[in-house]
């Protein structure tokens, strides 16, 4: 396994922005696919982005076009840059990494977008 820790949520008003970190123990390199997940209260828990080992990536279609997911290999780090925040966008952001006997997640860091 490997732990992550998630960090850059915060307050910020509708229409601002916020870049969530991810850092992980080791090296993810060799992940197969690493993501940010929310959970907001009452709702279950949704991907909002993936990065794959190759570069790919895939979006929640409430975040396309808002939201960019990317890695930094050397830096064993995931980023989720946000833009044009809405209210609906609250919630707690998960960091997600996935490979061969793996699946782990961080903590979590809230994200408060008021109106």
């Known amino acids: 396994q490997v732990q992550l820790v998630e960090s850059g949520g915060g307050l910020v008003q509708a229409g601002g922005s916020l870049r969530l970190s991810c850092a992980a123990s080791r090296s993810i390199f060799s992940f197969g696919a690493m993501g940010w997940y929310r959970q907001a209260p009452g709702k279950q828990r949704e991907l909002v982005a993936r990065?794959?080992?190759?570069?790919?990536?895939n979006y929640a279609d409430s975040v396309k076009g808002r939201f960019i997911i990317s890695r930094d290999n050397a830096a064993n780090t995931v980023y989720l840059q946000m833009s044009s925040l809405k209210p609906e966008d609250t919630a707690v952001y998960y960091c997600?990494?996935?490979?061969?006997?793996?699946?782990?997640w961080g903590q979590g860091t809230q994200v408060t977008v008021s109106s």
């Open positions: 997600n990494a996935r490979g061969y006997l793996l699946d782990s």
């Open positions: 990065i794959t080992s190759g570069g790919s990536t």
